[in-house]
């Protein structure tokens, strides 16, 4: 196996400063649920702190799903939208907290500004070439400077005292080699490589301060990134020196280099940071820490709102609730809603229990001509005060009367494009109406509509399957409730770590770590096997899988009951082409159960071996085997079962059935052993597929 570098601590990446902007831009799309993975791709392609955010959580969830021909495109879409929105705050908050100078400032919007120059002078070149991955040329570009950035995020006022220069370059590599012990090249060296894509990325970092005559034969994206490098040191002006290099790496004419250089100093030039006063840089940026806080608040807020919703399992009670919320976050004097009957294309009123029974007899067609209709078939907010002498019908008088307000604001409830229902709001005045139209009050018209469909959907599906409809449902509702508390304990990680330090207890906070992307590991398996197949990993190394299992339970399994691991693998023992998550799992629960099973002072025998069956197939045996008292005969006989149990107390006897259907789904075979005299032994065998 290739010697993997060491990686950026989880802690040097949080520090990691992103663009002000961007991390605004990227709180709305999560907040708003609308975007799609294309929408965030175009945000984050401009930040290249975050870029490597998304790709270290991307790497250590959802490594097999990462494309390195499209890094940042496949990290998005294997990750979900709760991880990205949590980065985000994560990066929001760095930002509020910290206090920069103008100084500062100017320096980081140099860097932010030399990343986007490298990324859209690397995406017009390999364009130029024919280049078949331009986005892995765009990520490497945009890439260019993380190193320094990384470094400078660590301790702004000493890297600008310090070394002051925000351009990759030697000089700069000297200076913070003797002041921090490492320089920007290694860094970004470590961070890329930590990720092990099969791409020449880190390599087109790492060599850029090579002399150009050594670039000549090298891999095309290296030669991308050091002509993109050349161009950030004259991005405003095309000298003699980018011709040079330009033809020197692509033999690109000057008439070519001319018109590529025009192309990208097109996007990148508005972006300059070098105009303007420092003390306005500094009130921009503080108006943003700003506009940071009020839409971290918001989310915060959304959250208790769908919390709310999501406990309200009738539709009295959902509406109750969904008008209180109302209620609370507007100046409306009343809210009534309004359910929509497709197949009579009618309005009925739905009352909340404390509201009047009246509300019970406002029906009316959606082809009426009312307010409300006309707002609902319209998919627009409209409201009463829109125009002078607006003739009401009346439908709208008795709305208006029991709306409580001098007139009405009518919202429609959408979901993916279907109408629900809608509501009208008791308002006074015009500019009360106004106030429906801000992103907050857009939220909350969303997360009603996605709760009212989840409402609707439940109601009228569950009766027609049962619990055939709930099983079906069961992963990906189980993935998405698992995210949410896994993405709240990433985000303490860090701040545990800080406790941690000078504790001696330094290696529980990796533990955690490895333990959290297990369990992302084990929801992708399950997602994939519910949706599509998968075929076997790449080829896995079952010794080195076996071991660093056996080393994510030592702390908590084997140290504090004092039991003995033996091993006794196959040094020879050939790589498989198998699905490693699904073995990893297996190996966890056995080597759980066996630990479970025995006193202290038990031990454990683990052994491999590669053999030839008698129809000619070779097959690698893993056994696990203990000490302990045995399983009982009668338990034996249906141990992988989803109801046998060997350990009594709250445990329900899952694990070995979950073992079962893994083993199935690797096309394995599993056996067990037992007896009070000799202890318990597991046998699984695996197929090696020889292509």
């Not at 002000?20 to 965030?40: M, R, T, Y």
Request: aromatic fraction near 6%; proline fraction near 4%.
């Amino acid at each position: 196996m290739p010697a993997v570098r060491p990686q950026i601590s989880e802690r040097e990446m949080g520090h990691l400063i992103p663009v002000p902007h961007v991390a605004v831009q990227l709180l709305w799309a999560c907040q708003g649920d609308i975007f799609s993975p294309q929408d965030l791709h175009k945000i984050i392609l401009q930040d290249s702190a975050f870029c490597a955010k998304i790709l270290n959580a991307a790497v250590k969830s959802c490594p097999e799903r990462i494309d390195p021909a499209a890094p940042l495109s496949s990290a998005l879409k294997g990750l979900s939208l709760s991880v990205i929105q949590s980065l985000a705050i994560q990066s929001a908050k760095r930002l509020v907290e910290t206090r920069f100078t103008a100084a500062q400032i100017q320096f980081m919007r140099e860097l932010w500004f030399y990343s986007q120059v490298g990324s859209i002078t690397a995406g017009f070149l390999a364009e130029a070439i024919s280049y078949p991955d331009p986005e892995e040329a765009q990520v490497a570009g945009l890439l260019l400077n993380v190193g320094m950035l990384t470094l400078f995020s660590k301790n702004p006022k000493q890297y600008l005292n310090e070394i002051g220069s925000s351009l990759v370059c030697k000089e700069v590599r000297e200076r913070e080699r003797t002041i921090f012990a490492s320089d920007h090249l290694q860094v970004a060296d470590a961070l890329i490589s930590g990720w092990q894509f099969e791409s020449f990325m880190a390599d087109a970092i790492s060599f850029l301060d090579l002399d150009i005559d050594q670039c000549r034969e090298s891999s095309p994206l290296i030669r991308i990134v050091r002509l993109s490098l050349e161009i950030c040191k004259s991005p405003f002006a095309l000298n003699d020196e980018i011709l040079s290099v330009a033809g020197k790496l692509f033999a690109f004419t000057k008439v070519d280099t001319e018109y590529i250089f025009k192309l990208a100093q097109g996007q990148y030039r508005s972006l300059s940071p070098f105009s303007g006063n420092q003390k306005v840089f500094l009130k921009e940026f503080n108006q943003v820490q700003k506009r940071l806080t009020a839409v971290v608040f918001s989310i915060a807020d959304q959250e208790a709102i769908r919390s709310q919703l999501a406990n309200s399992d009738r539709i009295e009670a959902f509406v109750g609730t969904a008008r209180h919320l109302y209620l609370q976050n507007s100046a409306a004097q009343d809210a009534v809603f309004f359910a929509v009957d497709p197949q009579n294309s009618r309005l009925s009123g739905l009352p909340a229990s404390e509201q009047t029974r009246l509300v019970t007899e406002l029906t009316t067609p959606l082809s009426a001509g009312s307010l409300l209709a006309e707002a609902l078939l319209d998919g627009k907010t409209r409201h009463s005060f829109e125009r002078e002498n607006m003739v009401f019908s009346a439908f709208d008088r008795q709305l208006i009367r029991l709306c409580k307000g001098r007139g009405i604001v009518c919202i429609p409830l959408l979901e993916k494009g279907e109408l629900l229902g809608g509501i009208a709001l008791g308002i006074e005045n015009a500019s009360e109406a106004q106030s429906f139209t801000t992103p907050q009050m857009q939220l909350l018209n969303g997360s009603i509509a996605k709760a009212l469909a989840a409402l609707t959907t439940a109601q009228t599906e569950l009766p027609k399957a049962e619990f055939a409809c709930a099983e079906a449902d069961l992963i990906p509702k189980l993935v998405h409730e698992v995210s949410n508390p896994l993405t709240i304990i990433n985000n303490y990680i860090s701040v545990v770590g800080t406790l941690l330090e000078g504790s001696g207890n330094g290696e529980i906070l990796p533990a955690i770590e490895n333990e959290i992307k297990r369990i992302g590991e084990i929801l992708n398996y399950y997602t994939e096997l519910k949706d599509t197949p998968q075929p076997p990993d790449a080829e896995i190394a079952l010794n080195e899988l076996i071991l660093s299992v056996v080393e994510s339970l030592r702390l908590t399994f084997f140290t504090p009951k004092e039991i003995e691991i033996q091993t006794d693998f196959d040094p020879s023992l050939r790589c498989v082409k198998t699905k490693s998550v699904a073995v990893k799992q297996i190996m966890v629960n056995l080597l759980k159960n066996a630990a479970e099973a025995l006193d202290k002072g038990g031990r454990i025998s683990l052994t491999t071996r590669e053999q030839r069956r008698s129809d000619g197939r070779h097959t690698v045996d893993i056994g696990v085997r203990d000490n302990g008292p045995g399983i009982d005969k009668q338990i034996q006989q249906r141990l992988f079962s989803p109801v046998s149990s060997t350990k009594g107390g709250k445990h329900v006897g899952l694990g070995l059935n979950i073992v079962k259907g893994m083993v199935d789904d690797i096309g394995a075979k599993i056996s067990c052993h037992s007896s009070a005299e000799f202890g318990t032994s597991f046998n699984l065998v695996i197929p090696i597929i020889d292509e």
